[in-house]
């Protein structure tokens, strides 16, 4: 086994290929609720910023052009209530995944150090710590931790996979927490635009941080409110000193967003009529698969934003995976995102709308 090998957990999806197959198997198809990958087409304003920035024969730069930069400190101040943001605040990346993963690596971290996150999260943060050698932890309450060599706290609201949202109470009492023993706060704030029974906020709204980004840091990307996972368009938003470390780095890495995603990026932000119409989309999705699960005797928990509903039958996770995958459905075992996960499964209402009738006509 090689070293890469040995210090990562097995690739979560590859043990989900055999039932993958036997959906497909399905007389009317498989219905793939499985991954949160958008289906609906990229927004023609976003597309036509792209093709207008398709001469692009120089390299862009890692912190993007000016037109970018006052693209996202303006809508960090419109959508977030970020106060006092200058382009130092506001950094690209190129995707969110890549940063999750990289950034403990980034920062510095490696043996000694440890990297918390919720006990059921999105496998990358695990990933993440451990390509640098730190410790990873997970949490139920984040202020509950040992501080003790705790460099790297990650934070996801709205949650991936269980859609829980943390209101500014409990963002507020979190970040104090995290500056009073000097730990540097990430908070994963993906599906912020996708509160359906909760009004997500970001850890940069002056109630939680108190007008100060100091130790606080935001990852936002694209992919889900604008339909832009092929573009891997994102970026973090927060402490300028952070930043600047990181924007650093990331030039001699040469992790740069391509121009014409850059372009792309500035129309996406400045629009938000696409933005409204595409939840449109996800709500009514979410309410007819939420409904016929419900009717099918499942139980959702959580799932007040996001994308997916949080759901079981009081089962082995895969057993429901084996379940609904006879009926053509194929979701996400709960247990890839945690041992906690491991009675629960992910539907994702990223599927097109002939797909999710055909779901819930099968649920039915």
Known sequence: MSAVSSRLPVFPWDKLEPYKQTAATHPDGIVDLSVGTPVDPVPALIQ????????????????????????????????LGATGFAHENVLPVVGSKELVAWLPTQLGLGPGDKVAYPRLAYPTYEVGARLCGAEPVVYDDPTRLDP???????????????????????????????????????????????GWEADPVSVLHPDVCGRSYEGVVAVHSLSKRSNLAGYRAAFVAGDAAVLGELLRIRKHGGMMTA????????AALGDDT???????????????????????????????????????????????VAYLAEKGILVAPGDFYGEAGGRFVRVAFTATDERVEAAVKRLG
């Not at 269980?162 to 994963?188: N, P």
């Not at 009514?284 to 007040?304: K, N, W």
């Open 48 to 79: 036509d910023a792209l093709v207008a920035a398709a001469d692009s024969p120089g390299y862009p730069t890692v912190w993007g052009t000016k037109e970018l930069r006052d693209a996202l400190t303006g809508w960090c101040e419109r959508r």
């Open 274 to 320: 696409h933005v409204t119409e595409q939840r449109a989309r996800y709500a009514a999705r979410r309410a007819a698969l939420r409904g016929a699960l419900q009717a099918h005797g499942f139980r959702i928990e959580h799932s007040e934003a996001s994308l997916y509903l949080w759901a079981t039958r009081d089962e082995p996770c895969w057993d429901t």
């Open 148 to 194: 003790a060599g705790l460099k790297l706290l990650w934070l996801n609201s709205p949650s991936n996979p269980t859609g829980r949202v943390l209101g500014k109470d409990e963002l507020r009492r979190i970040v104090a927490w995290a500056r009073e023993h000097g730990v540097l706060v990430f908070s994963d704030e993906c599906y912020l635009e996708l």
């Open 259 to 266: 121009a014409p995603v850059q372009a792309a990026t500035v």
